[in-house]
């Protein structure tokens, strides 16, 4: 299992990594908490008696370890959800006034939504959850936890951070609602308190949930050795296969996003292998077969994918890659399929203006993008949202405010840290369309360097781009660096993402 990034040797280190070693004093502290709690575990399981010691307990059936599972904010089974929830429901229906297992099936219900994109399970949830609060007013971290994690499920993350902050202010120590305020915070784009969020998870908890989290984190922070590092040591310490399996989903994730075809389906093949249940490592084998050439075995992924778990972004992807192959009467009905999703989470309280803004940028009307974008920006105002909406001004013509959003999705001073191809791409495309040629070729070129493979329909264009925009010219005047000057003319007038020119085409990323 890679746990490290092999840079050329000729390429220097990211600014944004930890300088001085390869992993920051965070990974170190939990790599170091991970591996030392599984040899402290050894060594007392070793020195103990065996002599009269009692049979070791039967190990936990579905219900329990769904139980465990929703109650630390682990990945659970779908078969062990199932069982819980309708252990959970028969017990209620008794015992209508036990609080805790209100909470529990509140949290049930979001983690299967959740799994498996049903909206419908988000008002059964919030249901439960309230009902809890009702019957326990006071006191009941458990019920705000599970409000936190419904409300960062449908994308209303102020919502999260208040119920978040509720739990936090009622029980400091409980360490799974950091966890849920990591997310809060990220979704609104206050990367210091993620950060924060952060330090005190880990000193509250060491653990493969901990550390997965934590390569979230990193990876926004363009900190990728640590972030491939604390997912894989994650992905070999889970305690269950449906944990192991979203753990190895995300380092598929995170060598997809540097440019790793191989590597990625790799891990993807490995997380259905070890449960067939985690849908999304379909739509990872679509995109990395679609990237390896093999388009009949990515098509059928996506395809899968949709059936198990139909999420707007996957029919985004799927509409695209048929586009890019000349069919479009079938991206078309990938297209419809998502608006009809949008229509069905948003009946279930699910923010979906992220993907339904992008959509309409590059496939719809230009004016509707700006005004869902400009909305979301205002309600969750985080870098995905600011690259979102400087694209959709970019393809509405108002190219000198994209250019403002679009700096800064990667201006590390508000977080923009993370290393993204279509971040950059976005960026470049803009800046030659407004003639600032050398930034535009930079920003081209850097989005190939992460990942030549980030999206069907637009790596090609940006190789066009730069292609026509040539080398930069030797200097064009003393002390003006040639990559720095925007006065040269370009080889061929840029069509890419002009208004006039058709749209291109948008596969977003989740993150984060």
């Given at each position: 299992?890679e ?33 030392a709690?599984?040899v ?8 103990l008696?065996?002599a009269g ?6 190990a936990p059936?579905?219900?329990?370890r ?5 109650g630390?904010?682990m990945p659970?089974?779908l ?5 819980l929830?309708g252990?959970r429901?028969a017990h209620?229906?008794?015992h209508p006034g036990d609080d805790r297992?209100w ?10 939504a ?30 705000f936890?599970?409000?936190a994690?419904l ?7 102020r919502?999260g ?15 799974t ?26 000193e ?6 901990v ?7 990193y990876?926004?922070?363009g900190?990728r050795e640590?972030?491939?590092?604390a ?8 305690a269950?296969?449906a ?6 989903q ?6 997809w996003?540097r440019g790793?075809?191989e ?16 849908y999304g ?26 059936a ?6 996957y029919a985004l ?6 586009e890019k192959?000349?069919?479009q009467g ?8 998502l608006?009809?999703r949008?229509r069905q ?8 203006e992220l993907?339904?803004g992008l959509?309409e940028?590059d496939?719809?009307d230009?004016a ?19 690259d979102a909406?400087?694209w959709a ?5 108002e190219?000198?405010e994209a ?15 993370v290393?993204s191809a ?13 003639e ?12 190939l ?8 329909l637009?790596?090609?264009r940006?190789?066009a781009?730069?292609?026509e925009l040539?080398e ?6 003393p ?6 000057s ?19 085409a ?5 993150a984060?």
């Amino acid at each position: 299992m890679e746990i490290e990034e092999q840079r050329p040797a000729t390429a220097r280190p990211q600014d944004s990594e930890p300088p001085g070693s390869r992993f920051s004093p965070f990974v170190k502290r939990a790599l170091i908490g991970a591996v030392a709690g599984g040899v402290v575990l050894g060594a007392l399981l070793f020195l103990l008696p065996s002599a009269g010691r009692d049979p070791a307990p039967p190990a936990p059936g579905p219900v329990a370890r769904a139980q465990t599972a929703v109650g630390s904010g682990m990945p659970a089974a779908l078969p062990d959800l199932a069982a819980l929830i309708g252990d959970r429901e028969a017990h209620l229906r008794a015992h209508p006034g036990d609080d805790r297992s209100w909470a529990v099936l509140g949290a049930a219900y979001v983690e299967q939504a959740r799994r498996t994109a049903t909206p419908a399970y988000y008002p059964k949830a919030e249901e439960a959850l309230r009902t809890s609060l009702r019957t326990r007013p006071k006191g009941n971290a458990e019920a705000f936890d599970g409000l936190a994690a419904l409300a960062n499920a449908r994308g209303d993350f102020r919502e999260g951070k208040k119920w978040g902050e509720a739990a936090v202010k009622l029980s400091p120590k409980r360490w799974t609602t950091y966890p849920l305020l990591i997310d809060a915070y990220n979704g609104l784009g206050d990367y210091k308190a993620t950060r924060k969020a952060l330090d005190k998870l880990l000193e509250l908890r060491s653990g493969p949930t901990v550390l997965a989290r934590a390569a979230r984190v990193y990876w926004d922070r363009g900190w990728r050795e640590d972030a491939a590092a604390a997912v894989a040591v994650a992905a070999t310490r889970a305690a269950t296969p449906a944990e192991q399996a979203a753990f190895l989903q995300q380092a598929g994730e995170l060598a997809w996003e540097r440019g790793d075809r191989e590597q990625s389906l790799a891990y993807y093949e490995r997380a259905l292998r070890t449960d067939p249940d985690e849908y999304g490592a379909h739509a990872g084998q679509g995109r990395a077969l679609a990237a390896l050439g093999r388009t009949s075995e990515a098509l059928r992924a996506y395809q899968t994918a949709l059936a198990k778990r139909p999420e707007p972004r996957y029919a985004l992807e799927l509409g695209e890659l048929y586009e890019k192959l000349g069919l479009q009467g079938a991206a078309r009905v990938q297209y419809d399929l998502l608006r009809e999703r949008v229509r069905q989470e948003a009946a279930g309280g699910v923010d979906d203006e992220l993907v339904l803004g992008l959509f309409e940028a590059d496939h719809g009307d230009t004016a509707t993008a700006v005004a869902l974008l400009r909305e979301e920006w205002k309600q969750h105002p985080a870098i995905a949202v600011a690259d979102a909406l400087g694209w959709a001004l970019h393809r509405a013509g108002e190219h000198e405010e994209a250019l403002k959003f679009a700096t800064r999705a990667m201006d590390k001073e508000h977080g923009g840290g993370v290393r993204s191809a279509l971040y950059a791409y976005h960026r470049g495309q803009i800046e030659r369309t407004l003639e600032r040629y050398g930034p535009a070729r930079r920003h081209l070129a850097e989005a190939l360097r992460i990942n030549p493979y980030f999206s069907p329909l637009l790596a090609p264009r940006a190789e066009a781009a730069l292609e026509e925009l040539g080398e930069p010219p030797a200097q064009d005047g003393p002390g003006v660096p040639a990559e720095e000057s925007s006065a040269e003319p370009p080889r061929a007038a840029p069509a890419t993402g002009s208004p006039a020119s058709p749209a291109p085409a948008r596969s977003p990323r989740t993150a984060p």
